[in-house]
C-alpha cells in the first residue's frame, strides 16, 4: 500500500495540469480498490471511492463531477447522491 501511495505523489509532483492531477486521483482510487476503470467498481463500492475522491479533493476541479461520473459509468444525479450522502454523514 505504500508503494502505491509514493507512486501517488510522485505522479501528483509531475503533473502539469488540474486534468493531469484529476486523472492521477482516479488512477490512484482504481489502485485502492482494485479495479482497472472506475466502471469496475461494484454498486456498493462507488459511494467508498466518491468519499476516497472526495477526501483528495478531486471535486474542486472544475467539471470533474462530470469527469467522473462518466468514469463511473454512472448518472450524475447518482453521483451528487453518493456526495450528499457523504457529507451528510459528517454533519
Known amino acids: 500500500m505504500k508503494n502505491h501511495e509514493t507512486d501517488y505523489r510522485k505522479a501528483v509532483a509531475q503533473s502539469k495540469t488540474a ?3 484529476l486523472a492521477c486521483m482516479i488512477e490512484a482510487t482504481c489502485e485502492r480498490f482494485g ?4 466502471a469496475g467498481l461494484e454498486r ?9 475522491l472526495d477526501r483528495m479533493g478531486a471535486f474542486a476541479f472544475r467539471y470533474s ?7 463511473m459509468s454512472i448518472a ?5 447522491k453518493y456526495l450528499k450522502e ?6
Not at 479495479?35 to 472506475?38: D, I, K, P
Not at 463531477?65 to 468514469?71: L, Q, T, V
Not at 450524475?76 to 451528487?80: A, E, H, L, N, S
Open 44 to 52: 456498493g463500492q462507488q459511494a467508498a471511492a466518491i468519499e476516497h
Open 76 to 80: 450524475k444525479p447518482t453521483m451528487y
Open 86 to 91: 457523504i457529507c451528510f454523514r459528517f454533519d
Open 65 to 71: 463531477a462530470n469527469r467522473i461520473a462518466k468514469e
Open 35 to 38: 479495479v482497472v476503470t472506475l
Open 19 to 21: 486534468n493531469d492531477l
